[in-house]
């Protein structure tokens, strides 16, 4: 096994065609649920609408995360959800992640353009 870093690059195609509608579905519901986001030393850690997920919260974040494990093995989940609580998900990884994040998220949070150390969900 290696220890060389992986590189920072997504590749849809690891995920497969037939799945990819599904994931490109999550994905949006998800990130499209985001009420906050916080940047971390490593990402940035968002707190999701529980409301706007539904009762599938869980299986979709799970399932989500699967997905990006695929495509961007270079990431690291964190899930927080307490009963009750709200539900947090840092999105983290190595030295670089970050602006490759900023850009991902800023396509699903309707921003053009987020500056460094800044990235808010834009009010509806």
């Known amino acids: 096994m290696s ?11 690891a995920i ?6 599904r994931y490109h579905a999550l ?9 906050e986001t916080v940047e971390t030393r490593d990402g940035f850690r968002l707190r999701l609408s529980g409301a706007a ?13 699967g997905f990006e494990r695929l495509c961007c093995p270079f990431l690291r989940f964190t899930l927080d959800a307490p009963e009750g609580g709200a539900i947090h998900l840092a999105i983290e990884g190595p ?3 970050k ?6 998220l800023a396509l ?4 053009p353009h987020v500056p460094v ?7 509806s």
């Open 27 to 35: 994905r949006a519901r998800i990130l499209g649920a985001a009420v």
């Open 108 to 111: 699903h949070l309707d921003a």
């Open 16 to 21: 497969p065609a037939a799945e990819r509608p």
């Open 3 to 13: 220890d060389a870093p992986i590189p920072i690059a997504c590749d849809l195609d």
């Open 53 to 65: 997920l539904g009762d599938a919260a869980l299986a979709d974040l799970a399932a989500w995360m």
């Open 99 to 104: 602006a490759f994040l900023r850009a991902e």
């Open 117 to 123: 150390g800044s990235l808010a969900r834009r009010s």
């Open 95 to 97: 030295e670089g992640v």
